[in-house]
């Protein structure tokens, strides 16, 4: 809850102020005003400026507004016109609502009635105006004390010397190097003018000038100087996005700006820069830009004080919109004016990093008003506090709210120190010391707004304010622990010296982790400048040593310290009974696994080596009393670091591997003995398998009981090992040896043991054979089919039996003659020849080839062609001139029925068509055939058949 409350006080102090009140009072944009005399803005609808771009106000030192101004015209704080000396009204000075400053405000630096306005024109003339195209650099001053609330009494006073046309929109001021002087400076294409400003007025006749090798390639952007005096940046913007932001070092007692110039944007590429602001303490840069291509407004942010400065950049934002100034306020912060919008944005915290700068957009409602491009710029050291510094270590406070630590003296002072100048210091308001130091603890003063104010004993009579809130918090709670006694079981273990693991100290130190850092160091440190390495800290003086520790609350940087005592007894190791542990099986985890797979490694269960280490003890030990702890090395142990925890499966250990047991006494840092001993991994056996289909032919029909066998030889290579064989995941009763004879079918895992003479379980190893049975075909029907009418229509189908894995081959028993079908168990032949014909059958597995009986095949012809050409010559039946066929008897007639041939002979070459020795002409012949076979089967067969001449 605490740290809650605090965050939510830094956010509400964060906007107390830190500067003069000359600034406090804003007007811009379209009738846009703001008022930071209360801290955080409040919008105001009472400004008469509207104006696209340059725009100026001032307030007294106690911010109450004096005037305001667009360059063009000014107003009272009444808002009303103001007047010439001669009583015209003030309306056309020689600014231009288009020039990006067109007009500042300075006051003089001693006399608290005069003011100047500096005004730079430009070459745009609006639309029906009458204003001058670029009247260059000119001057007003004003008496505040004349009129009703002030008045012009003279100018302009040109200061373009000569080059008028050519004059940039840019000017800015800085205080010189003491009150009583201001610089006023501008630029013109690369020559830099500035113009002192002290109780005699501007001095326009003398000019410092400087000169840049960067020139601008256009008027338009802003020009700022650092709040510090240190650094000059100007926005040269382009609408081409040529345009870049430059960066100098500037010379706040000569008005010098250095000839170092750096270039700090990237043309197109990052967009054309026109608002340009420094951060409170000028530790920071920033610069707005338009990115033309994708018509948006970006910030980017630089590191001043980085050694690369350009290599800090950083785009802290980005969102749609057109060019637009920056400008810090009197809260510090810096606010962001993007055109015809209903607010401003603001950089929340400009000291911060890049990385976290917290930008809000639409921060500031101008309450029905808009912004324009321009917002309002001041004498940059408005903007400079005086510096609070922190004397313990010259720390300056400003910067950052402050957390204070209860328990703790502090003495804050200014920077400034003038023993004639008049110091006040307030506390929330209230005064309680009148000296430049201020001393204050959590008890006289304590948490609080501490504000400085100083009264200037100088000529110019300025008055100087300081703030810093400041917050006092507790500090971390430490307890008083027992001493961390350590055993000397390194190299040496009688010499006093060992290593620590401090880091074991630490939950017994502190309670509550949250928002803290625990360091050590030697009590000689009294800088706490070397932390002590935590987790292998050897004490550096023997046996009985001090260290500090020191606990730091993160968040508020409070600490606390404690003296920690650290003792080393000299230690031996003692040596416990090593332990031996099977191998651990890889695809034990795996229940479809077939095979072990030695992993080299193994764990361990170390309960049962603390019982076994209590056991032997003699009742000096016990888990009641004592810890016993287990690591993989004697530093691990020593520094109690990579502790080995259950479950212990997590630590696999591989042959020989050490092992160090501490026992240390419960609940105490102490350690009372230290041992080791070795683990070694024994191998599992490793029985031979076949995972490939192991075949064993049987009769077709399969006898019972089956008398064919196929050996296993499951032989690891060691006489001693036992086996255990499963069928089927059943135990095969008796079956212990190496070598198993298998008569069936099926999946054969094997189990071989090992035993050792230090592990108490056999180490097992296993693996599996597949036994595939198969047979030969026994054939079951073959159906043969002829196509009378086309021989290549003819067919045998074939109908087997078996567990074989089958194939075919016609008239054949060649290995490269066989076929295989989808159907195992049938097959069918086509286009078989006329005459005899066999199928054989192959088992694929090895187990034989059986072939079927001839299967006759015959062809009554449909024509036949005379020709001598070899081709169906002759008429006749084929596929009977074999032994299958006894008698063949054909007789062939004409279509009148006259026999005009017989063929009783079954090898006859056939008929000629010729009969009698007459050559008969083409026509249809008629037959009948009567074939008997070897079994006296008779087959009839009449038809009909062409004879064609050619």
């Known amino acids: 809850m605490k740290k809650q409350l605090l965050l939510v006080f830094f956010i509400i102090s964060s906007i107390s102020l830190y500067c003069q009140k000359e600034a406090n009072?804003?007007?811009?944009?379209?009738?846009?005003?703001?008022?930071?005399?209360?801290?955080?803005?409040?919008?105001?609808?009472?400004?008469?400026?509207?104006?696209?771009?340059?725009?100026?106000?001032?307030?007294?030192?106690?911010g109450n507004l004096l005037f305001y101004s667009d360059g063009i015209k000014v107003w009272t704080k009444n808002h009303e016109l103001m007047k010439y000396s001669d009583g015209s009204l003030a309306n056309n000075l020689e600014g231009n609502p288009s020039s990006s400053q067109s007009g500042l405000i300075v006051p003089n630096p001693e006399d608290k009635n005069i003011y100047y306005i500096f005004t730079v024109g430009t070459d745009f003339i609006p639309f029906n105006a009458t204003y001058p195209s670029n009247p260059g650099f000119n001057f007003y001053t004003i008496n505040i004390s004349k009129g009703n609330g002030g008045e012009i009494i003279a100018g302009p006073v040109n200061l373009s010397d000569g080059r008028d046309f050519q004059w940039s929109e840019k000017v800015t001021a800085v205080q010189g190097s003491n009150c009583t002087e201001i610089w006023i400076l501008s630029i013109v294409q690369n020559t830099f003018y500035a113009y002192k400003i002290d109780k005699n007025g501007v001095d326009a006749n003398n000019p410092v000038t400087s000169f840049s090798?960067?020139?601008?390639?256009?008027?338009?952007?802003?020009?700022?100087?650092?709040?510090?005096?240190?650094?000059?940046?100007?926005?040269?913007?382009?609408?081409?996005?040529?345009?870049?932001?430059?960066?100098?070092?500037?010379?706040?007692?000569?008005?010098?700006?250095?000839?170092?110039?750096?270039?700090?944007?990237?043309?197109?590429?990052?967009?054309?820069?026109?608002?340009?602001?420094?951060?409170?303490q000028s530790r920071k840069l920033y610069t707005s830009l338009y990115h033309e291509s994708?018509?948006?407004?970006?910030?980017?942010?630089?590191?001043?004080?980085?050694?690369?400065?350009?290599?800090?950049?950083?785009?802290?934002?980005?969102?749609?919109?057109?060019?637009?100034?920056?400008?810090?306020a009197p809260n510090g912060k810096i606010y962001a004016s993007i055109p015809d919008k209903s607010y401003l944005g603001i950089i929340e915290n400009p000291e911060e990093d890049a990385s976290n700068v917290i930008f809000t957009s639409n921060a500031v409602d101008l309450g029905g008003a808009t912004s324009s491009q321009g917002l309002p710029p001041f004498i940059q050291s408005f903007f400079a506090p005086v510096k609070l510094v922190n004397l313990s270590n010259n720390e300056v406070l400003n910067n950052n709210n402050q957390v204070f630590c209860i328990g703790n003296s502090y003495t804050i002072e200014p920077e400034k120190n003038n023993p004639s100048d008049t110091y006040t210091w307030l506390k929330d308001g209230v005064k309680v010391a009148n000296t430049r130091s201020l001393t204050i603890d959590n008890t006289n003063f304590g948490s609080g707004l501490y504000e400085i104010k100083i009264e200037s004993a100088t000529e110019c009579k300025k008055t100087y304010t300081g703030q810093v809130q400041i917050y006092f918090e507790p500090k971390p709670t430490i307890n008083k622990i027992d001493t961390y006694i350590q055993c000397d079981f390194d190299s040496n273990p009688l010499d006093g010296f060992t290593s620590f693991n401090l880091e074991l100290l630490e939950p017994l130190l502190v309670n509550d982790f949250t928002d803290i850092s625990i360091a050590f160091f030697e009590i000689s440190d009294v800088n706490y400048s070397?932390?002590?390495?935590?987790?292998?800290?050897?004490?550096?003086?023997?046996?009985?040593?001090?260290?500090?520790?020191?606990?730091?609350?993160?968040?508020?940087?409070?600490y606390k310290t404690e003296i920690v005592d650290l003792q080393v007894n000299p230690t031996g190791l003692t040596s416990y009974t090593d332990e031996y542990i099977c191998e651990l099986d890889q695809n034990a985890s795996n229940p479809n696994a077939k095979f072990s797979i030695g992993t080299g490694d193994s764990f361990f269960d170390f309960s049962l080596k603390t019982q076994q280490i209590i056991s032997n003890s003699g009742g000096v030990l016990s888990e009641a009393t004592h810890d016993f702890e287990y690591y993989r090395t004697a530093n691990d142990a020593s520094l109690q670091i990579n502790q080995i925890l259950p479950p212990y499966e997590d630590d696999l250990f591989t042959n020989n591997s050490d092992v160090y047991v501490r026992i240390s006494n419960k609940g105490v840092t102490s350690c009372e003995a230290v041992g080791n001993f070795k683990i070694f991994v024994e191998e599992i056996p490793v029985p031979q398998g076949n995972l490939n289909d192991i075949i064993l032919c049987v009769d077709n029909p399969r006898l019972n009981p089956q008398p064919h066998t196929v050996p296993l030889n499951a032989d690891t290579g060691n006489p001693n090992d036992t086996y255990k064989w499963y069928l089927n995941g059943n135990l095969l009763s008796g079956e212990t040896a190496a070598i198993h004879t298998a008569n069936t079918g099926g999946e054969y895992k094997v189990e071989a043991y090992r035993k050792y003479p230090n592990i108490s379980e056999d180490c097992m190893g296993y693996n599996t054979f597949f036994v595939k049975e198969s047979n030969q075909a026994l054939i079951i029907n073959v159906q043969s089919v002829d196509d009378q009418d086309n021989p290549d229509g003819n067919k045998i189908q074939i109908l087997i039996e078996g567990i074989g894995d089958y194939e075919y081959a016609l008239n054949s028993t060649n290995l490269s003659d066989f076929v295989k079908d989808e159907e195992n168990l049938s097959y069918t032949f086509t286009d078989i020849p006329p005459g005899l014909n066999a199928i054989s059958i192959r088992d694929r597995n090895g187990c034989g080839i059986v072939t079927s009986n001839k299967i006759?095949?015959?062809?009554?012809?449909?024509?036949?062609?005379?020709?001598?050409?070899?081709?169906?010559?002759?008429?006749?039946?084929?596929?009977?001139?074999?032994?299958?066929?006894?008698?063949?008897?054909?007789?062939?007639?004409?279509?009148?029925?006259?026999?005009?041939?017989?063929i009783t002979d079954k090898n006859h070459s056939g008929w000629n068509g010729v009969y009698n020795g007459t050559i008969l002409p083409s026509n249809d012949y008629w037959y009948n055939a009567e074939l008997i076979d070897s079994n006296g089967k008779i087959r009839k067969k009449t038809g009909h058949f062409s004879l064609l001449r050619k």
């Open 530 to 558: 070397t932390p002590l390495n935590k987790n292998n800290y050897v004490n550096s003086v023997a046996t009985n040593h001090s260290i500090t520790v020191k606990v730091t609350n993160n968040t508020t940087q409070c």
């Open 294 to 328: 994708s018509g948006s407004f970006r910030i980017f942010q630089y590191d001043l004080l980085d050694a690369n400065i350009l290599q800090t950049k950083t785009q802290i934002h980005q969102e749609p919109g057109y060019r637009g100034a920056l400008q810090l």
């Open 213 to 280: 090798s960067y020139s601008l390639i256009d008027k338009r952007g802003y020009l700022k100087v650092s709040p510090d005096g240190t650094k000059v940046a100007l926005a040269d913007f382009t609408n081409d996005g040529r345009g870049r932001l430059v960066l100098y070092d500037f010379d706040n007692t000569t008005g010098k700006v250095a000839s170092n110039r750096l270039v700090l944007t990237n043309g197109p590429v990052d967009g054309s820069p026109y608002g340009v602001e420094f951060s409170q």
């Open 856 to 902: 006759s095949t015959v062809y009554f012809q449909r024509h036949f062609t005379p020709n001598g050409d070899g081709h169906f010559d002759t008429w006749k039946v084929l596929g009977v001139d074999n032994d299958y066929y006894d008698v063949v008897k054909v007789q062939i007639f004409n279509r009148f029925g006259k026999l005009i041939n017989e």
């Open 25 to 62: 009072f804003w007007y811009f944009g379209k009738n846009a005003g703001l008022d930071f005399n209360s801290g955080a803005p409040i919008s105001l609808q009472d400004g008469l400026l509207s104006t696209d771009e340059g725009c100026s106000s001032i307030s007294d030192e106690n």
